[in-house]
Structures are given as structure tokens and as C-alpha cells.
């Protein structure tokens, strides 16, 4: 599976903008960008995911590098409630290779 | 709330003996997804499984089986256990497979092995 590199934490001011960078400088072409979240003692919850193109839903929104190597994932006001771990996972779009690859994630705290 | 329920939430038991876990996915999801959360080892896909059969397996120990009944539940068979095992098992379930499908994931099974 292609690797990615996120940073191990940041803390953001409530009501102010995350920008949370994911690395994946080996992403192959077939590669889906997925970010899930995983709120303390919960499981993990999906964001957003892209191929090629920027995204956005009522979470937040996502910026892929035109290269694809690397992307952010951006919460435009960050709530307590925002407080996480961000997993960026690569996905390959074929049948029998579904699973979810986590790495280590961001810790995100949001300061009140 | 994902849709997805496990039960049960916590699980004490010794070394030695064996536990289920009960994932019943959401409504209309084919594929249910396995994993163990470990302080040592992070976030692991276990075993995945679609519409009855087994379709793919990561890092589950041979101690370890999992089954998806015909009504799309699944089970995770936990035998022989270790101190090791100590975990949280997550179950996800989505529609179908596809890297680009989402999955949704449980509130987890918290087990404890003393």
C-alpha cells in the first residue's frame, strides 16, 4: 500500500480554519485520498475523499496537490467537538483490496 | 450514530478462554470489515468479508476466525486468548467494495483479557 506522512499533532483556536497536511508522494494513479476521524472513545468516521479534483461536503473540504502528492484536509471553523485523530488513507480502487490502511494520524485539540 | 452496531460494548474475561463479537452492519451494506485497535499497534484491518464470503484477510492471527451469516451479520471468533489480545475491534460495514466507497464503523468492542 502507498504510504502516507502526517504531522503526529497541532492545536488550532476554536472558530478559526484547519489545514491538516497529508504527504503521499508514492500515490499511484488509482489511488482514492480518504480522511477519517476518530473522536475519543468512538470509532472512526468518515470525511471526505478524492481522486483528482478539490472537494467539499458539510464536514469540510479537501485540496489535492495538481501532482497528487501530497493534499489538506480543511475544517473552515474548527468546533471542540472537532478534536480528533485525522487518518489520510490512500485507496486503491480495485475489487479484493478494500480494507483501510491507518497510519499513526494528527492529533488535532482545538484550544477554546 | 454510523448505523452499524457490535455488541457487546465491553468483554472481561481470562487467558485461555474464548469470545465472540457481534457486528450487524447497516442496512443494505454487503461488505463487513474487522479491525483491532492496539495502543501498541495502532489501527489493524483484520479480515473483510462480502455478501457471505471471505474476501480479503490482513493480520489476523490463525487464533482468530470470522464468519458473515446469510441475514449479513458477522462474528469475529477470539480463541486461546493472550494478555495480548487486549484491544478495541472495531466493525465497519459499506454498500460494496470499492476504494472509493466509504465505510462506517461501529462503536467498538472494548476487550479486556486478564
Known amino acids: 500500500d502507498a504510504k502516507t506522512t502526517q504531522p503526529n499533532s497541532m492545536e488550532s483556536n476554536e472558530e478559526e480554519p484547519v489545514h491538516l497536511p497529508c504527504n503521499h508522494s508514492?500515490?499511484?494513479?488509482?489511488?482514492?485520498i480518504h480522511w477519517y476521524r476518530q473522536l475519543p472513545s468512538q470509532g472512526p468516521e468518515y470525511v471526505i475523499h478524492g481522486l483528482t479534483s478539490n472537494v467539499n461536503n458539510r464536514m469540510a473540504s479537501l485540496a489535492i496537490a495538481e501532482d497528487r502528492k501530497s493534499s489538506t484536509l480543511i475544517l473552515h471553523r474548527a468546533t471542540l467537538r472537532d478534536a480528533a485523530v485525522y487518518y489520510c488513507?490512500?485507496?486503491?480502487?480495485?475489487?479484493?483490496?478494500?480494507?483501510?490502511?491507518f497510519g499513526t494520524g494528527t492529533r488535532l485539540t482545538i484550544i477554546p | 450514530d454510523s448505523g452499524v452496531t457490535q455488541t457487546p460494548k465491553h468483554l472481561i474475561t481470562a487467558t485461555g478462554q474464548r469470545v465472540t463479537l457481534r457486528c450487524s452492519p447497516r442496512?443494505?451494506?454487503?461488505?463487513v470489515y474487522w479491525y483491532q485497535q492496539s495502543l501498541d499497534q495502532g489501527l489493524q484491518f483484520l479480515i473483510q468479508?462480502?455478501?457471505?464470503?471471505?474476501?480479503a484477510k490482513g493480520n489476523i492471527l490463525e487464533r482468530f476466525s470470522a464468519q458473515q451469516f446469510p441475514d449479513l451479520h458477522s462474528e469475529l471468533n477470539l480463541s486461546s486468548l493472550e494478555l495480548g489480545d487486549s484491544a478495541l475491534y472495531f466493525c465497519a460495514s459499506s454498500v460494496d467494495p470499492g476504494g472509493g466507497e466509504t465505510q462506517y464503523f461501529g462503536p467498538g468492542t472494548r476487550l479486556l483479557v486478564l
Open positions: 508514492t500515490i499511484s494513479g488509482t489511488d482514492y
Open positions: 468479508y462480502y455478501n457471505g464470503e471471505e474476501r
Open positions: 442496512s443494505g451494506d454487503l461488505s
Open positions: 488513507i490512500l485507496r486503491i480502487s480495485n475489487f479484493g483490496n478494500e480494507k483501510l490502511t
